[in-house]
């Protein structure tokens, strides 16, 4: 899914690797570049946010949105979670799409074909209603573009209760895997089919609310949501898959 934050950025404009976003593990798989890695964001709805709290390992789901160059997060100005990251703790952000599974001839080379970020930081609290309206905005945009215009905006009461924080992008990593098995020389011969499944998240018709009134439209930010849309990353068996299922519909 884009977002209509997406800041064009050149190829060359690289985050410098630090010691800890260095991939050492499978190298050739590593980017740093923001392009890479803000694609990558852009397409996520969501991502897994791990720190340390009371010295322990604590890792959680949240929405993302990327603007520019820092990530937003928000939640109920009560959430603990919200609350920890507001001190501007340590924090790492795990973003990840899996584009298939790798179906090999030995079990000990199947893997996945995807696409990871980790973002690595301390946040900072959005403290104005202004700053936290605009972020909310992002969040909103970024996850279904044009909802913000369509839905009623949040009242004060509500922007009170609702915390936002920033995530600087200066310290980030992509690992990305694609293409087919890669199944040792010795295993090619075998009668075993390899292959990949391709995976995708996909957006099936919308379903009404059961109290909605009849007259009420679908609304174009859910009509023309980015989800499921054959895009040119997709392979060319998945938009066949995608078009027939556009003409079922
Ligand atoms: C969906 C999915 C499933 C996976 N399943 C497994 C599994 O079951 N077992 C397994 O061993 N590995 C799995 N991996 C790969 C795993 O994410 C690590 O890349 C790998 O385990 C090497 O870890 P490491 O700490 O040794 O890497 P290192 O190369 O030592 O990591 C150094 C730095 O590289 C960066 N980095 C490493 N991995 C990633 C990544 N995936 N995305 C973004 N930046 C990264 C980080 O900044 C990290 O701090 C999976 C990856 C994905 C996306």
Known sequence: MGSPQHRPSPVHDQIVPSKRTRVRRKPDRGHYDRETIYRILDQAVFGHVGLVADGLPDVTPMVIARRGDELLLHGSAHSRLIRLLATGCDLCVAVTHVDGLIVSRSLFDSSLNYRSVAVFGQARPLTTPGDK????????????????????????????????????????????????????????????????????????????????????????????????????????????????GGQRQ
């Open 133 to 244: 309206l605009d972020a909310l905005r992002a969040i909103v945009e970024h996850v279904l573009p044009g909802r913000w215009g369509e839905a009623r905006p949040p009242s004060d009461r509500e922007l009170r209760a609702t915390a936002v924080v920033s995530v600087p992008l200066a310290e980030a990593s992509a690992k990305v895997r694609s293409g087919p098995p890669q199944d040792s020389k010795a295993d090619l011969g075998l009668g075993v089919w390899a292959g990949e499944l391709p995976l995708r998240v996909m957006a099936l018709p919308p379903v009404a609310d059961p109290l909605l009134a009849d007259e009420i439209p679908v609304p174009v930010s859910v009509t023309r949501s980015g989800f499921g849309r054959p895009t040119q990353g997709n392979p060319p068996a998945l938009n066949h898959l995608l078009r027939q």
